[in-house]
């Protein structure tokens, strides 16, 4: 039994980042890592240096500019064993995936040491009247993973006729995918909101002078959570292999409204009539 144990404390070093040459591989998109980043946080805290971390989409590091706790530049190796992945979720887990993600990548238990990151570039304001963002977004992932986080049309509709009726400004960010996926479910929603695309940089900055974000479960979301904006989330997400929906649309963010399709209508009118009331009296 002990030598089990030792075995099993041995593999759990193997795999962990505390080693100086480990280098964290990231295999997915930018709602994933962000889930990383209070572990990264953590075990950057404990060595006392940043985290080497192997990114393949560049849109990821340039969320990262200003984080003191990564290095991109210095991971690469020659020895393979020195790239590490963790499961960014557990199939049957009920827990947030940055909790379960925390533990696979520490061996520490969750305890809100850390909150989720991103940076909050500094650029000026894109205009002085009020605004919201609207997020549609979604990666080219599997059919069973991307289609159920849209918005449908009548969601769009909601959002973006009621903001037009309460002559409110709204900026639709995103990609080229997120703006063809968008169009094809409301053809003419551009007509109705401003699109800036493909700017990671400057859409951060777009959401962080935000008065709200309304979204669906995407990269920017998680960006506007880790930038603790108000936000309402659709929980159009899919369920996992347990029967019970993804547990990544959960943030840390106490700003977070997540509404489900069926009352949508009346909490985006019922937030708009807020925010309404609101700015008239700013």
């Given at each position: 039994?002990?030598?089990s144990?030792?075995?099993e404390?041995?593999?759990?070093?193997?795999?962990?980042?505390?080693?100086?040459?480990?280098?964290?591989?990231?295999p997915?998109?930018?709602?994933?890592?962000?889930?990383a980043?209070?572990?990264?946080?953590f075990?950057?805290?404990?060595?006392?240096?940043?985290?080497?971390?192997?990114i393949q989409n560049?849109?990821?590091?340039?969320?990262y500019?200003?984080?003191?706790f990564?290095d991109?530049?210095?991971?690469?190796?020659?020895?393979?064993?020195?790239?590490?992945q963790?499961?960014?979720?557990?199939p049957?887990?009920?827990e947030?995936d940055?909790?379960?993600l925390?533990r696979?990548?520490?061996?520490?238990?969750?305890?809100?040491q850390?909150k989720?990151?991103i940076?909050?570039?500094?650029i000026?304001?894109?205009?002085?009247?009020?605004?919201?963002?609207l997020?549609?977004?979604?990666?080219?992932?599997?059919?069973?993973?991307?289609?159920?986080k849209?918005?449908?049309?009548?969601?769009l509709?909601?959002?973006?006729f009621?903001?037009?009726?309460f002559?409110?400004?709204v900026?639709f960010?995103g990609?080229d995918?997120d703006?063809e996926?968008?169009?094809?479910?409301?053809p003419f929603?551009?007509?109705?909101c401003r699109?800036?695309?493909?700017d990671?940089?400057?859409?951060l900055?777009?959401?962080?002078?935000?008065?709200?974000?309304i979204a669906?479960?995407?990269?920017?979301?998680?960006?506007a959570?880790?930038?603790?904006?108000?936000?309402i989330?659709?929980?159009?997400?899919?369920?996992?292999?347990?029967?019970?929906p993804?547990?990544?649309?959960?943030?840390?963010?106490?700003?977070t409204?997540?509404?489900?399709?069926?009352?949508?209508d009346?909490?985006?009118?019922?937030?708009?009539s807020?925010y309404?009331?609101?700015?008239?009296?700013?």
């Amino acid at each position: 039994v002990s030598m089990s144990m030792s075995n099993e404390r041995t593999n759990v070093m193997k795999k962990n980042l505390y080693n100086a040459n480990s280098i964290y591989r990231h295999p997915s998109g930018l709602g994933n890592f962000i889930h990383a980043t209070p572990a990264l946080q953590f075990i950057s805290r404990i060595t006392n240096r940043p985290v080497k971390v192997e990114i393949q989409n560049q849109y990821i590091k340039d969320c990262y500019l200003d984080a003191e706790f990564l290095d991109f530049e210095n991971a690469n190796s020659s020895d393979r064993s020195d790239y590490l992945q963790f499961h960014e979720w557990h199939p049957n887990s009920v827990e947030d995936d940055y909790i379960y993600l925390f533990r696979e990548m520490t061996g520490k238990e969750f305890e809100n040491q850390f909150k989720t990151y991103i940076d909050r570039p500094n650029i000026s304001r894109i205009q002085e009247k009020p605004y919201f963002v609207l997020l549609n977004g979604g990666a080219k992932s599997e059919i069973g993973y991307e289609l159920p986080k849209k918005m449908t049309r009548k969601m769009l509709e909601s959002v973006l006729f009621l903001a037009e009726e309460f002559d409110f400004d709204v900026i639709f960010l995103g990609n080229d995918y997120d703006l063809e996926t968008t169009e094809k479910e409301m053809p003419f929603f551009h007509d109705y909101c401003r699109i800036i695309l493909n700017d990671i940089r400057y859409s951060l900055s777009v959401i962080d002078h935000s008065e709200l974000v309304i979204a669906n479960d995407t990269g920017l979301y998680h960006a506007a959570s880790a930038l603790e904006k108000d936000v309402i989330v659709s929980t159009r997400v899919p369920t996992r292999p347990n029967g019970l929906p993804s547990r990544c649309i959960n943030t840390m963010n106490p700003n977070t409204r997540y509404v489900d399709e069926d009352q949508w209508d009346k909490a985006i009118h019922d937030l708009f009539s807020t925010y309404s009331q609101k700015i008239v009296g700013m």
